[in-house]
């Protein structure tokens, strides 16, 4: 039987966590108060309302739903009705607003962000098709988000690059990526822009395209250097910019560790108790032709820009992480949990030996 202290004591914290503090409210730079209200987590409400821009991507789901973790309201544009579906249980009721748009479309992308205080520009293409090119997305998409968020008055803006974007690549889609932050900085000149390392995770193209595709990671003899990060360290820090009320500039975050292509093969080898392809190294002539010839089905393959990507190392720049309060995890920590489904049944719970890494 509970005493009358213990119950006093129990309704005491009860009306303390109902109650609003300073902490609670926060004012945006065009003076706009956010106030926040309830216990922490997916019930309470952040005062925020956010909109995802690539919100049904890799990194978009996660990102989504580490906000409806935080109470806030997310909108989601989306493309194909099939493709939202799974976002819809990231969040508390009426928390998650699907809204159908087009990048071409301004009137759209105008109606997606104008209850907004920010937002996230996730767009980007791995490859390019009859109907969007590099350009199209990673330049004229997101200077038109930029344009829109601007002209309505949204506070702040996070545009999402890549860690190696730069005019100079010989990458097209590195440049692209590079010359869609000077687009955007030119008409939202204090967004955030963000600069990931090539990111892993369940439904990932690395890992799982690795333990498919090996031969296609074997270019350059596995002598590419790479800082692969995890997508819920990325989806994490971007979240955590939610409560900043600016941070003008580029960060970048690459993951913990450098490492060969050839290390990573050996890593998913071990992992996933598949010996080592017997593949010979495709010259890069070689693997350029063949990528050109897999452009003509309609799904897609590998393009000969990934091929020019496969030859080039990531930058070496330090990471800006502790601007956004996050410790990147090493990538041996995680890979089993994505490659075990590749392992045969026999070898299913077999323990993980890691190999060695090479200087």
Known sequence: MLSASHVLRVQRVAVSRGKRALHDLVTLPDRKPIISH??????????????????????????????????????????????????????????????????????????CLRHSDIVYNLVGREYETKNFKYSDVHVTGAERIAKIASQAGVSRLVHVSHLNASTSSTSHFYRTKAEGEERVRDVFPSATIVRPGSMYGCEDKFLNNMASWPIWWKLNHGETKIRPVHVMDVAQ??????????????????????????????????????????????????????????????????????VERRYLDDVDVPGDWNAVGVVPDEIENHAITYLRRYRSAENFVRPVVLPARFS
């Not at 990194?59 to 493709?83: A, C, F, N």
């Not at 080592?276 to 089905?297: D, E, F, T």
Request: with cysteine; proline share 10%.
């Open 38 to 111: 309830g216990t922490p987590g997916y019930s309470a409400v952040s005062g925020h309302v956010a909109t995802v821009f690539g919100c049904t991507g890799f990194l978009g789901r996660y990102l989504v739903s580490k906000l409806g973790r935080m109470g806030t309201q997310v909108i989601v544009p989306y493309r194909e009705e099939d493709e939202k579906r799974h976002l819809k249980p990231m969040g508390d009721l009426g928390q998650i607003v699907p809204m159908e748009w087009d990048i071409r479309n301004e009137d759209q992308i105008a109606e």
């Open 237 to 306: 820090a971007l979240a955590n910019l939610m409560p900043i009320p600016q941070i003008a500039g580029t960060l970048s975050l690459p993951g913990p560790s450098t490492l060969t292509m050839e290390y990573l093969l050996d890593l998913v080898s071990s992992v996933t108790y598949i010996p080592p392809s017997s593949a010979p190294v495709l010259p890069k002539s070689i693997a350029l032709a063949l990528a050109k010839v897999a452009q003509a089905p309609w799904w897609p393959l590998i393009s000969p820009d990934e």
